[in-house]
């Protein structure tokens, strides 16, 4: 991960990007009637067939559009279009509803003269009702794809289920003397325990590079970005990252053995990062996000698991949802963490705000720190003193409006 932090003074965001700032992109939403008025499909295109590779959630009941999904990467590991719908996840629907997805493929590929192969399908929505079948062939129809900032924010408002807001992210560098981009769009609110769950996130990039190296950059970045998020701690049956790679930037062909690989790394998880953050940011009924970093670990995987341990914790969330500085919140979930710790010699912070150095309390202003819960962003740092891994989390705190939402999620 060092590396990554050192590449990262190299790439820099790219203000109002999108999906569709990388070259050879486009998107679109429509309403298509699934929901009362919003937009309720959506499709991201490329120019070109893409290397696409991507990864699922890990619930064991999956959705019949990831069985789809999967059959398309498993011809030719390449996408031109994703199409997904929301109100409806066509989960838990049996024959008739894989049977209604292997549709949508096919009417996906008839409207835009692609092979069906080409094509990823994804939907969000409430689990075990079928798909409005006369519907989504009439919204299909409707797409028109374009590479404007405007038909990419139509695309993210109809992926959205319980969001509050969109999220888009993009970033750029250079490699091989070529400007390569890498643009993101994402969905998530509740259940957000991935390995993934209620979690869209979708991903194109410009860059030259083969599905098979595509996909390994993709799973270490998962892991340091959409895998240390948490909201409720439920993992659903839908969700999918799926990454797009066109090759347009003109770059020559990456891989682990490309002096610039770790610069591809730094950016693609720039962009992760960032949406995953406003997916935590977003939880149902959240209003503060929760970020969590871990030092000192025997490694890295150590401290990634202590820190979405502490961001997990409903005693932690709901502390800063009150603005209390129940630090003590924060030590106890280290403990039950089950990563090995010396229990003399954690240090922690709130914010700038030391409150332990070596396991021993320091002085510190409850007043200031207080008022420092009051802000929408809070940051815990645990220094184990022990190694060199480090981590980090992100999260949301807890507040009543969670149980509101949720207990009228149907109605």
């Known amino acids: 991960m060092q590396a990554v932090k050192e590449e990262n003074q190299e790439i820099s965001e790219v203000k109002n990007g999108s999906v569709v700032t990388p070259k050879g ?3 679109a939403g429509a309403h298509a009637g699934l929901r009362y008025s919003k937009n309720d499909i959506g499709v991201i295109f490329s120019d070109i067939p893409a290397n696409s590779a991507a990864v699922y959630t890990t619930n064991r009941f999956q959705a019949a559009p990831i069985t789809v999904t999967k059959d398309s990467l498993e ?4 996408l031109q279009a994703i199409f997904v719908n929301s109100a409806c996840a066509n989960a838990c629907t ?3 509803g894989l049977a209604d997805a292997y549709q949508t493929r096919s009417w996906v590929a008839e409207k835009f003269n692609i092979p069906e192969h080409f094509i990823a399908v994804s939907s969000t929505g409430v689990i075990g009702e079928y798909l409005q079948m006369d519907k989504i062939q009439k919204g299909i129809s409707l797409l028109d794809p374009k590479a404007t900032s405007e038909s990419s924010e139509e ?3 109809a992926i ?3 969001d509050l807001v969109t999220k888009r992210s993009c970033f750029k560098t250079v490699i091989d003397g070529k400007e390569v981009v890498v643009g993101g769009v994402a969905k998530g609110s509740g259940m957000i325990e991935p390995n993934m769950a209620t979690m869209l996130a979708f991903v194109t990039t410009d860059a030259n590079i083969s599905s ?3 996909h390994t950059a993709l799973k270490e970045v998962t892991n340091h970005t959409f895998n240390q998020i948490t909201v409720d701690g439920d993992t659903s049956t839908n969700d999918t990252v799926v990454v797009m790679a066109n090759g347009l930037a003109n ?3 990456l891989s682990p053995s490309h002096p610039e690989w770790k610069k591809f790394i730094a950016l693609l998880q720039s962009v992760c990062a960032n949406l995953a953050k406003k997916i935590a940011r977003d939880g149902e009924g959240a209003t503060k996000l929760i970020e969590v970093q871990v030092l000192g670990a025997t490694n890295d995987e150590e401290a990634r698991a202590i820190a979405k341990t502490i961001v997990g914790s409903n005693l932690v969330k709901t502390a800063v949802f009150g603005a209390d500085a129940n630090w003590g919140r924060v030590i106890c979930a280290v403990g039950y963490s089950n990563a090995k710790i010396d229990p003399e010699k954690i240090d922690i912070a709130v914010g700038p705000y030391p409150i332990m150095i070596h396991s021993e309390v320091v002085p510190y202003s409850e007043k200031e720190v207080t008022d420092y819960l ?3 962003l809070t940051k815990f740092t645990v220094n184990l003193n022990i190694g060199e891994g480090h981590g980090m989390a992100w999260g949301c705190d807890l507040t009543y409006d969670y149980v509101k939402i949720n207990a009228s999620y149907r109605t």
């Not at 011809?75 to 390449?78: F, H, I, N, P, V």
């Open 374 to 376: 009051k802000s929408e």
């Open 155 to 157: 695309f993210a408002k």
């Open 251 to 253: 770059n020559a062909p």
């Open 160 to 162: 959205l289920t319980t």
């Open 75 to 78: 011809k030719e590991q390449k």
């Open 25 to 27: 992109f486009r998107a």
């Open 212 to 214: 098979e190296h595509l």
């Open 94 to 96: 049996g024959k008739r």
